[in-house]
């Protein structure tokens, strides 16, 4: 029987090889200053803080829990290196590993999954966060390699400096604005250099660019071939300025031997700013103090700071649409698309340095980077050292493009500093031209000029990119620098904007001459060019997020395996405009996973920052194989709060197994579990049609949908599923929608007050308030335009008692099918569903209203914000509905009783469907008097609707949030959709 000690000094050396620069030093030796405790393992790594751990071998029958209190206990304490320990991990091994024939424990561990661990960080025994909150993680040593590797980084200390770096920015800005009013010629230089408009956004940007070349110099100062270039602290200063001859010497010394993706643009702002001999002195002291603030910290990581405040400096986000992607967000896509077992079980590690990844909408470069450190982390766990690839990559194949120069400075910056002293040559790193003309006569589109074969049309349309190198060599912006099908993998958080689709938006503290496209005619222009391209999914009224999807798919290899990871707003999975680019998953893609978040707080669903948009994560490997039109949908409870979750979640992902389809029966999807504690649910769907699977936290509510629309009443508790006839909304009704607004075309111009010419009645607005029960009155009326009588009687002639909400608020609408006692005018948000019967008139506006309606429209509506269901006309035929031309006529003849009796009395919103009386006696009056499903015949089904009513609501199913108001417009809401 093995030792547990013996089990330890094992897991020691095997932990040696797993990242070369740790120090992991076994319980034998001296660890703390002045305590004689010694923890089992301590882990050690310049620049990040020590992680101590407890190992310890569980019983025969019993689980050894006694490690987590003793990991409790080394917090904040120091080690004789003076370092505090903020950070413990409790590590439990399988009994078995004491039976082990010694020569075969290495491997034995090595092949282990069963481990079981916590960490625990806090500056205190007594005040500690534990992850995870409940129960214990399961893993492989190559898991806890990464938990040491991620619980090791102090975010509290990321945190306090990157306050640091943006405070000192901020401040010295004020300095700078001041200096740009009295000499506007810097901010003509400033304009140039940063391509953008002079205003507080580009001064911040500016000063934050020199002082991330500040900190760099200090990684440089005094190493090979840069003997003479000072540190910041030798940088000499008078009456609080530094002598700005030194600095320029300096920076050209290093960009004389390398770097110039850090040192360039810095020298170029230096240089503008001189053009004030008062500022750029103290404007460099103050950078410089700020630089040594961040040095000072010890931080590994200090080169990503650059990049986290950049962003949050960028202020006209929302015009331009380009989101900075959470941290939490790019560990769990880059995760999702590096998957330990596919690249280290499954493969050669070799495999990993020869691996190409592309962002052609790269920005600061946090996903392209966050792809990059998971891949060299994974090296390392197989015992090579990083530093060995990282000029190959970094020259050949980490490709990154964006439209603006900062941003791809700061692209380069972060992915070099990786390993500051090892010098690249050129970088495949672009700032790509947009909204110039083309020598072609076509516009610049930046990275979706790649559309067409790059290999033809880098000589004639890519000839304004601009190549970043990290040498003296000139730019190379006619070499091949791009091929379709060159990639293994394409990660992309791209602009859902159109070119020029926010020219009207004025903001002074923005720039906005940032792009051609501001100039109507030139985004005309562009439009144009883009309509041109050779593209198969691209969609204009989708936005340019559907063409980088096109972009990626040309880009990526075609061997089976390479794989593309999006962040897209979650109309991706709904919206008609998006229907090519489903279909292009569908069809030629395997292995795809879509990742939603179930919160009832948009902004909460959202995988970038400052959107209040809901988005979701797509992963997509190329090529046909067996599951080909079928993917994994995933439904997370919260979006990741940590770096660590965001693994586990991506771990529990790609560790499923006999995953719960969406055709069986309602029992729900397989739980993703981080601990004890229920991260979310995932289910198996066919890609054809079931892409609304989305932002839903009890799947069994997909599957009784599901069933629904293909014929089935099937609720969790009922044993066997019951037939109804179903079809979709386009087979049994036709659907019209008009837009009568002022300034449109329409035949009627639409009256609010009373008149004595309510000859044409209509539904103007969506009331909550006012329209609770089935019958609705009309709130306005319309009155024939001049010269538009013929229009309007074909308008007439199509006119109906029913209409449909396509804009529901669950949280605050009663209704989602309105009826009025005489045909009348429907607007867009309430179009007119018109039937060949007028006796399904009230079968349809019962259907509607009912649970079993409610579920079809809730699984087919597009939930991308609070409380609302989007649907527009083509999915709205599309929707699976009752075939209410099944119907005999007593059942019809019962529908129009029922509606009479029913239409006056009124209705709770949706998201109240549990306590709504008034709508589970509707659903008793539908079972039983309609469908012919009677409470004496069919006691379950009465029992079970009404249950999962109960379950629909209280899941928060219908993302209740707290509303902005009862009363919506036709013109604010039909701008929302």
Not at 148 to 173: F, Q, S, W
Not at 671 to 680: A, D, P, S, T
């Amino acid at each position: 029987m093995l030792h547990e000690d013996t089990i330890t000094a094992k897991i020691v050396g095997i932990l040696e090889t797993m990242r070369t620069p740790w120090n992991v030093q076994p319980q034998w030796t001296q660890t703390f200053l002045i305590e004689n405790q010694r923890p089992d393992i301590t882990v050690r790594e310049r620049g990040r803080e020590p992680v101590v751990i407890e190992v310890k071998i569980d019983g025969a029958n019993t689980p050894n829990l006694s490690g987590e209190a003793q990991a409790r206990e080394h917090l904040d304490r120091r080690l004789v290196s003076y370092e505090p320990v903020n950070t413990a991990i409790a590590l439990r091994g399988p009994h078995r590993f004491r039976f082990v024939q010694h020569r075969e424990l290495e491997n034995a561990l090595c092949q282990a999954d069963d481990f079981h661990y916590v960490i625990l960080t806090g500056e205190t025994s007594a005040d500690v966060d534990r992850f995870p909150k409940e129960g214990w993680i399961k893993g492989s040593l190559m898991d806890i390699a990464t938990a040491i590797h991620t619980g090791a980084t102090p975010t509290v200390r990321v945190a306090k400096a990157a306050y640091d770096l943006e405070h000192g920015v901020n401040e010295t800005a004020l300095l700078l604005e001041a200096s740009i009013h009295e000499r506007p010629e810097i901010g003509r230089q400033l304009e140039n250099i940063l391509h953008q408009e002079t205003c507080e956004q580009t001064s911040r940007m500016a000063l934050l660019i020199i002082t991330n070349a500040f900190v760099f110099q200090s990684a440089l100062a005094g190493t090979a071939a840069l003997e003479n270039v000072p540190s910041l602290r030798q940088l000499r200063s008078i009456e609080e300025r530094l002598n700005v001859d030194n600095i320029l010497a300096a920076w050209d010394n290093i960009r004389q031997v390398n770097y110039r993706p850090i040192f360039d643009v810095a020298y170029q702002l230096i240089r503008a700013l001189s053009i004030d001999d008062r500022l750029v002195g103290k404007v460099l002291w103050l950078l410089r103090n700020t630089a040594q603030k961040l040095v000072d910290r010890g931080l590994e990581q200090v080169h990503e700071l650059a990049g986290i405040v950049f962003q949050r400096l960028i202020v006209d986000r929302r015009f331009i649409k380009t989101y900075y992607t959470r941290p939490e967000s790019v560990a769990l896509l880059s995760a999702l698309v590096l998957p330990t077992h596919k690249y280290l079980l499954n493969t050669r590690k070799d495999t990993l340095s020869h691996l190409k990844v592309a962002d052609f909408a790269c920005g600061t470069g946090a996903l392209l980077n966050g792809v990059y450190q998971r891949l060299l982390a994974l090296y390392e766990q197989t015992g090579e050292n990083g530093r060995d690839i990282h000029r190959q990559m970094i020259e050949n194949n980490l490709v990154g493009c964006d439209i603006m120069p900062n941003a791809s400075h700061l692209t380069a910056s972060i992915i070099a500093s990786t390993f500051p002293d090892i010098r690249i040559g050129k970088t495949r790193i672009h700032t790509m031209a947009y909204g110039i003309p083309r020598i072609d006569g076509r516009y610049a589109l930046g990275a979706l000029d790649l559309l067409e074969n790059p290999q033809s049309v880098l000589p004639l349309g890519l000839i304004n990119t601009e190549q970043v190198r990290g040498d003296d060599g000139l730019d190379t912006s006619e070499d091949p620098a791009f091929a379709h099908g060159e990639f293994d993998i394409v990660v992309d958080n791209p602009p859902f904007t159109r070119p020029g689709s926010d020219n009207s938006s004025q903001d002074p503290d923005v720039p906005s001459t940032l792009f051609g496209d501001r100039d109507p005619d030139i985004a005309a222009e562009m439009r144009r060019t883009l309509s041109s391209m050779d593209n198969s999914v691209g969609n204009g009224s989708a936005g340019l997020g559907s063409y980088f999807v096109d972009l990626a798919d040309k880009m990526l290899k075609s061997d089976g395996q390479s794989v593309m990871g999006f962040v897209l707003p979650i109309i991706a999975l709904t919206s008609p405009n998006w229907q090519k680019v489903r279909d292009m998953w569908a069809q030629a893609y395997h292995d795809v996973v879509i990742v939603t978040i179930a919160d009832a707080i948009t902004e909460n669903c959202a995988f970038s920052a400052d959107t209040n948009m809901a988005e979701c994560l797509i992963v997509a490997t190329k090529g046909r194989t067996e599951n080909t039109g079928r993917g994994t949908f995933v439904c997370l409870h919260h979006r990741p709060e940590s770096h660590l979750e965001a693994l586990e979640i991506a771990k529990g992902v790609y560790n499923l197994q006999n995953i719960c389809q969406i055709e069986e029966p309602p029992i729900g999807g397989n739980f993703i579990q981080v601990g004890e504690e229920l991260m979310g649910s995932a289910l198996n769907c066919p890609l054809k049609d079931v892409w609304a699977v989305s932002r839903i936290r009890d799947l069994s509510l997909v599957q009784c949908a599901y069933q629904l629309a293909n014929g089935n009443i099937w609720f969790p508790q009922q044993r066997e599923k019951i037939e109804i006839a179903m079809t979709s909304v386009g087979k049994i009704a036709t659907i019209y929608s008009y837009d009568h607004r002022s300034n449109s075309e329409g035949p009627f111009n639409i009256v609010t007050r009373a008149s004595n010419e309510d000859l044409y009645p209509g539904l103007w607005h969506v009331n909550s308030d006012s329209q609770r029960t089935l019958l609705v009155a009309p709130d306005c009326h319309g009155i024939i335009r001049s010269n538009s009588w013929d229009r309007a009687q074909r308008v007439l002639e199509k006119v109906g008692r029913v209409h449909h909400n396509v804009a529901l608020h669950f949280n605050t609408n009663s209704l989602s099918v309105l009826f009025t006692e005489h045909p009348t005018i429907g607007v867009n948000l309430l179009p007119t569903v018109r039937f060949e019967n007028p006796l399904y008139d009230y079968v349809w506006t019962l259907w509607g209203n009912s649970t079993l309606g409610m579920l079809c429209y809730w699984m087919h509506c597009a939930k991308r914000q609070d409380g609302r269901g989007w649907l527009r006309l083509t999915p709205l035929r599309a929707m699976p509905t009752l075939d209410i031309r099944q119907l005999d006529d007593a059942a019809l003849q019962n529908a129009k009783c029922v509606f009479e009796k029913m239409k006056h009395k009124k209705m709770l919103p949706f998201h109240q469907m549990d306590e709504d009386e008034m709508r589970h006696e509707l659903d008793r009056h539908l079972l039983s008097e309609v469908l012919g499903f009677g409470e004496d015949s069919h006691p379950d089904v009465h029992r079970d609707c009404e249950f999962f009513a109960n379950v629909c609501a209280r899941s928060r199913a219908f993302m209740v949030a707290e509303d902005h108001g009862l009363y919506y417009s036709y013109d604010c809401l039909r701008n929302s959709l």
